[in-house]
């Protein structure tokens, strides 16, 4: 559906900005779905030039990190993707929180009933065979959750 405009973009020879790098994400009910990141990827494939902002560019957090006045380790970075979350993070040198359950990596993990993290030997296997954006195998969070969970109400 969106090859054609691409390939008028591409005529035209127009740049791509693409502020929100991420490829896919998980819906509402459950699945997946593409995100600008895969429109990006293609429009560079076929040749069109693209100027990457976002996760998981480093600029992209130490913008964030010089906009709250703050240093590398007073903040920590919350995603469910390894590739853009935790690797983005990791790369401007800032603790990161990786969320297993709920988010696109869910369906690569057992889900332990009692709403645990699934066990440690499977959360290490998935860490180390996910490769980063530049073919790097091995992304490793600085933490893990099982999921976001709304805090008990006092």
Known sequence: VVEPLLQQC??????CVCANPDCIVQTPT?????MPGTIAQRYQEMGG????FGKPQPQHFRACLETLQ????RVAHVGDSLVHDIAGAQSAGIP???VALTGIHAQDLSSPQDGSLPPKAELEQLFQQTR???????IFPTH?????QKAPES
């Open 10 to 15: 591409l005529t035209r020879q127009l740049p």
């Open 30 to 34: 459950g699945g997946t779905a593409y």
């Open 49 to 52: 030039t693209v100027t990457w």
């Open 70 to 73: 703050l240093p590398p380790h």
């Open 96 to 98: 990161n929180i990786f």
């Open 132 to 138: 980063s954006e530049e073919g790097a195998v091995g």
């Open 144 to 148: 893990v959750v099982p999921a976001f």
